[in-house]
């Protein structure tokens, strides 16, 4: 069974940082593209952050200066490194798989973690 297990998501002040895990089992995670999305509440979820198999990047212009996604191949785990942390940043974080960048959408997803920053 596919599996994608978020943690790593707390309460945190403004101006703090939180790192994200992922872990990934079920796949062949060094093939796949993971990402990071994220949903406040009332809103839609959005993209924060993807990762190629390859190793290319790319960020929310709200987040970009201030996150960093990254991969561990042999723990077959994805990381969101989240500095200057800002209250709208506070949602619920997801991980996501696909075989490709552009469908991640459509791809596996994980229960999700939350992050909560206070100003």
């Known amino acids: 069974q596919v599996q994608l297990a978020e943690s790593g998501g707390g309460l945190v002040q403004a101006g703090g940082s939180l790192r994200l895990s992922c872990a990934a089992s079920g796949f062949p995670f060094s093939s796949y593209a993971m990402g990071w999305y994220r949903q406040a509440p009332g809103k839609e979820r959005e993209l924060v952050a993807r990762i190629s198999s390859g190793g290319r990047t790319n960020y929310a212009d709200s987040v970009k200066g201030r996150y960093t996604i990254s991969r561990d191949n042999a723990k077959n785990t994805l990381y969101l490194q989240m500095n200057s942390l800002k209250p709208e940043d506070t949602a619920m974080y997801y991980c996501?798989?696909?075989?490709?960048?552009?469908?991640?959408?459509?791809?596996?997803w994980g229960q999700g973690t939350q992050v909560t920053v206070s100003s």
């Open positions: 996501a798989a696909a075989l490709t960048i552009v469908t991640m959408r459509q791809g596996y």
